[in-house]
Nanobody
Framework: VQVVESGGGSVRPGGSLSLSCVIS????????MSWWRQAPGKEREGVAS???????SYADSVKGRFTISRDHAKNTLSLQMNNLKPEDSAKYYC????????????????????WGQGTLVTVSS
């Protein structure tokens, strides 16, 4: 499986961005998928995850502001980010986990199978 992210950019605080991830696997709908982020000098942080049944999990820091979704027909994963804050600035990565894993703790409870190159999000005034 391969994943490719797109949609990063620069935005002012309070603004919105949408990230997308294309999953190149005909069985993509069975994979648990997640977004994580990493800012310079900081540890990787799980942002949100969604499993094959549509179950979702979010980090406390993004609850109510970010929405993860997937389109099984198009093999895509999305992350809608609203009310962005400077502390959301990071490189965001799409990740694919083992089929039928569940979304927990803004990640998936299975083996990590692939991740993308990341897309940069900058929130600054």
């Amino acid at each position: 499986v391969q994943v490719v992210e797109s949609g990063g950019g620069s935005v002012r605080p309070g603004g919105s961005l949408s990230l997308s991830c294309v999953i190149s696997k005909y069985t993509a709908s069975t994979y648990c998928m997640s977004w994580w982020r990493q800012a310079p000098g900081k540890e990787r942080e799980g942002v949100a995850s969604i499993d094959s049944d549509g179950g979702t999990s979010y980090a406390d820091s993004v609850k109510g502001r970010f929405t993860i979704s997937r389109d099984h027909a198009k093999n895509t994963l999305s992350l809608q980010m609203n009310n962005l804050k400077p502390e959301d600035s990071a490189k965001y990565y799409c990740a694919a986990w083992a089929p039928l894993a569940s979304a927990v703790d803004a990640s998936c409870d299975g083996d990590l199978e692939a991740w993308g190159q990341g897309t940069l999000v900058t929130v600054s005034s």
